[in-house]
């Protein structure tokens, strides 16, 4: 691996080694949101690649309506994200640090047939150097809270894509709330994620983030929140950005 300075907290990478055998067979309630989130990732990136007019007229209503379009799903993990928007018919390239991550994924992803998905160890930093401007499309989804550099993990991530191509980000804002819910809620009372998966310092607003995102030349188009449900076990987009939030934004020529 290059020297390339990377935004990896290496104690995340740690615990994501210790979580990776689990990725696909934790415990019924962490599987359950998990899988579930993709209720309000997959529509959050429809409408943005269909606003950008990347997905095909003729496509539309289909089930394979992403077909064609390269995504780069950053922190990629044990592949969560990658196999959908594959089995939607995207090209997907996922990248994570954690090489344990990396295995369960490519294990996994033998489930499949025909997937066109290239899973790669490597820091997004690394990753860009060489792969600039490759991609439609992407996803940094529930990520920017687990580096230390978010400003270098979004300029790595924006390098990676074409002029008119949309990010998509999903993370937990920085406000008493967030930490409530996500901390002492799903942590410590439910036991939703291990105790200490998350650190309240890394959290960031969306104002930052969006920041940060135009100096890199990306204009926000979008940013709402969602919410779990935990007597139905839905998840649902909401006004209400307080805890956890969307955001998408359109790289400019």
Not at 40 to 63: C, F, H, M, Y
Not at 89 to 108: C, I, L, Q, R, S
Not at 179 to 205: N, T, V
Not at 217 to 227: D, I, L, Q
Request: charged share 25%; net charge neutral.
């Amino acid at each position: 691996m290059s020297e390339t300075k990377s935004s990896v907290l290496e104690s995340e990478v740690e615990k994501f080694t210790i979580y990776a055998s689990k990725w696909w067979e934790s415990k019924k309630k962490t599987k359950f949101l998990l899988q579930t989130i993709e209720e309000v990732r997959i529509p959050l990136v429809k409408s943005g690649l269909t606003d950008a007019g990347l997905i095909k007229e003729a496509n539309q209503d289909k089930s394979n309506m992403f077909e064609g379009i390269k995504i780069l799903d950053v922190g990629s993990g044990g592949g969560r994200m990658a196999e959908p928007l594959a089995i939607m018919g995207a090209d997907v390239t996922g990248v994570d640090p954690t090489k344990e991550m990396v295995d369960v994924a490519k294990e996994h992803l033998k489930t499949h047939e025909n997937l066109k998905i290239d899973y790669i160890c490597d820091t997004i930093e690394n990753y860009s150097v060489n792969n600039k401007e490759k991609f439609d499309a992407v996803t940094i989804f529930d990520v920017t809270q687990h580096v230390k550099d978010v400003h270098q993990l979004l300029k790595a991530s924006v390098d990676c894509l074409k002029p008119g191509g949309r990010v998509f980000i999903t993370t937990w804002n920085k406000t008493f709330i967030a930490w409530f819910f996500l901390i002492f809620l799903f942590e410590w009372l439910l036991g939703i994620f291990p105790r200490g998966a998350h650190d309240f310092k890394y959290f960031i607003s969306p104002d930052k983030i969006s920041g940060y995102l135009e100096e890199f030349n990306c204009k926000t188009v979008e940013v709402k929140g969602f919410w779990y449900n935990l007597w139905n076990k839905k998840w649902s987009f909401t006004w209400y950005t307080g805890v956890f939030y969307t955001m998408q934004a359109i790289k400019e020529a």
